[in-house]
Nanobody
Framework: VQLQASGGGLVQPGGSLSLSCVAS????????IGWFRQAPGKEREVVAS????????YYAVFVKGRSTISRDIAKNTVYLQMTSLQSEDTAVYYC??????????????????????WGQGTLVTVSS
């Protein structure tokens, strides 16, 4: 499976954006999905994740209430929608998938080491 993230760009403070991650050579239907970000000079951190079953989601504290992770199986695409963006949200955003057959279907994985497939990242810059 290969992942291609897109949707990044320049956003004004208070604005919104929607990131997409398309899978090729495979499907998201049997994968746990995560969105991570890495700001300049900082370590990569989880933003949101969803379980393989889609029943469980996890949101980091800093995006809780203003972010939604979702997937469209038919389009083989995962989305991350974010609102009320601030300068602290400036980062490269990555989508990741856990396609390992050893995956708990209901668990939303939070650690980057839990994921075995990564997209190339898309840059989000929040600035006026």
């Amino acid at each position: 499976v290969q992942l291609q993230a897109s949707g990044g760009g320049l956003v004004q403070p208070g604005g919104s954006l929607s990131l997409s991650c398309v899978a090729s050579g495979g499907t998201f239907s049997n994968a746990a999905i995560g969105w991570f970000r890495q700001a300049p000079g900082k370590e990569r951190e989880v933003v949101a994740s969803t379980s393989r079953s889609g029943d469980t989601t996890y949101y980091a504290v800093f995006v809780k209430g203003r972010s939604t992770i979702s997937r469209d199986i038919a389009k083989n695409t995962v989305y991350l929608q974010m609102t009320s963006l601030q300068s602290e949200d400036t980062a490269v955003y990555y989508c990741a998938a856990r396609v390992s057959p050893v995956t708990t279907s209901w668990f939303a994985y939070k650690n980057q080491d839990d994921y075995d497939t990564w997209g190339q990242g898309t840059l989000v810059t929040v600035s006026s």
